[in-house]
């Protein structure tokens, strides 16, 4: 089976149908000290615009504190930018 249409994430991006959106999901371990609080965490989703992005963050976390969406989608020099930032961070934690 070969695929008819093939879209990568770099197509997405040039499309302007990728949002950056910030989750707060809350966390508690008796353990720690304080034992509750949040984490705050940044994901890419394909949307056709930052409501939609809104909308499948809330379905994807139901259970977020809070879901914070740019209004524009990012440009693909953003994505280029913590792309390459996460490669770095990556490879130099692993020496």
């Not at 950056?20 to 966390?27: F, H, I, T």
């Not at 508690?28 to 940044?42: K, R």
């Not at 504190?65 to 390459?84: C, H, K, L, M, S």
């Amino acid at each position: 089976m070969i695929a008819d249409i093939i879209v990568d994430m770099e197509q997405h991006v040039r499309d302007g149908h990728v949002y950056l959106v910030e989750v707060e999901l809350p966390w508690h371990d008796e353990n720690a000290e304080p034992s509750y609080g949040a984490i705050s965490y940044d994901l890419y989703l394909i949307a056709t615009s930052s409501h939609q992005a809104s909308y499948i963050a809330s379905c994807l976390y139901p259970a977020a504190d809070g879901i914070f969406v740019n209004d524009e989608p990012i440009t693909q020099y953003q994505y280029a930018a913590r792309r390459n930032r996460s490669i770095l961070q990556r490879s130099q934690g692993d020496d």
